[in-house]
């Protein structure tokens, strides 16, 4: 009985390809996924920052505070980078940074740009 290459199950090259695509989707989320992470809980740090001491504490105390928790995050923060004010009941935050994401080959430049303006609750 003869073989033809069009059955079902003979094509590898597919196969291939598929995991090869597979494999490139499992890296970007394993480099991607923890920076987002780290972002997220950036921006939720600053959230807190905004309830709770922006009407007992100076914008340069909570931008140092933001700077140090983005550095245990892990997020290349400097004090250049981060921007916090106050104009009579509201406070802005602003926050903009890149972080590489590096791949065999190639690193992309991941930015990041968060704002924040939260009016102040006086406790």
Known sequence: MPRRRS???EGNLGCILW?????LVTLIAWKAVPVKI???QLYDFMDE???????????EEIAKAIVKRGQELEIPLDKGDVHVSRDGDR??????YTVPLEFPGYTYQWHFHQKLDRPIFIV
Do not use: H, N, W, Y
């Not at 995991?19 to 494999?23: E, M």
């Not at 406070?91 to 903009?96: A, C, K, N, R, S």
């Open 49 to 59: 920052q905004a309830k709770f001491a922006a009407a007992r504490t100076p914008p």
């Open 7 to 9: 059955e079902r199950g």
């Open 19 to 23: 995991l090869l695509a597979l494999a």
């Open 38 to 40: 780290a972002s997220t």
């Open 91 to 96: 406070i802005f935050m602003d926050v903009e």
